[in-house]
């Protein structure tokens, strides 16, 4: 589903966020992206959706070098996307159910169409009943899982998280980790970045750690093996 290739990120100014980064999530796979503040996580997140571009190495999303899309091919990608983030960057003077439904309008669906997935994709994160209610009125996890049901809402076959536990408290961290592990049992690819080793420790999913921009790639069963 998704392949790096020897990927190589260099920012503007020098900075480089990524070293020859390798390793394959296969499709219905969940996998952790680990490691330190700006250790290339966010980074690597935006590579697979286009956010950014590669300087050396392929991508290759659904057997597409996504690398070599043209601008104008990206919105095509990022449909097939789900992103989520630390900050969920919901829209405040929207209700609920608007927020939800922005990343359908794009798609032309009929009315009646994006009323059964917009209350659909409520319905999973559990906030159907706020659905006329502002970001404003909501808790901290509540708005969250509004920011899972927008990226969920157009069913996309990948998601990707950045920090979506950071600003929340351990159990609520659990809630939110426990929809993405339902989302990857229907088939859904899913990876995570996250510095926060506690939600990881015990996992059965891979593990992408990566290290100044290098990467290396384990279980937790390997880990326990190895006494590491
Ligand atoms: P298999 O995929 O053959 O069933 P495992 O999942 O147990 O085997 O992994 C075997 C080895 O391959 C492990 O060392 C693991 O770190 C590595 N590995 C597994 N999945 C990936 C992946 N998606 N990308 C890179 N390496 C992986
Ligand atoms: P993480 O998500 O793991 O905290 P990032 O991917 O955000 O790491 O950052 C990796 C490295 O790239 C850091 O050294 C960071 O300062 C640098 N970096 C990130 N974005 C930019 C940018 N737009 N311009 C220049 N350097 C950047």
């Given at each position: 589903m998704i392949h790096f290739l020897e990927v190589s990120k260099v920012y503007?100014?020098?900075r480089q966020a990524l070293q020859n980064?390798?390793?394959?999530l296969t499709k219905g796979q969940m996998a952790f992206l680990m490691g330190h503040s700006g250790a290339g996580k966010s980074t690597l997140l935006k590579l697979i959706c286009g956010l950014e571009r590669a300087n050396a190495g392929r991508i290759l999303f659904s057997g597409h070098d996504i690398t070599r899309l043209k601008n104008a091919e990206l919105p095509f990608l990022r449909r097939q996307i789900g992103m989520i983030f630390q900050e969920h960057h919901l829209l405040f003077d929207r209700t609920v159910y608007d927020n939800v439904s922005m990343p359908l309008i794009i798609t032309g669906k009929s009315t009646e169409n994006m009323r059964r997935r917009v209350s659909a994709a409520l319905d999973k994160v559990n906030l159907l009943d706020k659905a006329k209610n502002f970001p404003v009125q909501l808790s901290?996890?509540?708005?969250?899982r509004v920011g899972?049901?927008?990226?969920?809402?157009?069913?996309p076959m990948v998601l990707l998280a950045d920090e979506p536990t950071g600003n929340l408290d351990p159990s609520l961290s659990q809630t939110i980790m426990q929809l993405f592990g339902e989302f990857n049992r229907v088939g859904v690819t899913v990876l995570i970045a996250t510095h926060n080793?506690?939600?990881?420790?015990?996992?059965?999913?891979?593990?992408?750690?990566?290290?100044?921009?290098?990467?290396s790639v384990s279980t937790n069963d390997e880990k326990e093996k190895n006494n590491i």
């Open positions: 503007l100014g020098g980064v390798s390793f394959h901290g996890g509540e708005q969250q899972i049901a927008r990226a969920i809402v157009n069913k080793i506690k939600l990881v420790n015990h996992s059965q999913h891979l593990l992408l750690t990566l290290n100044r921009g290098r990467m």
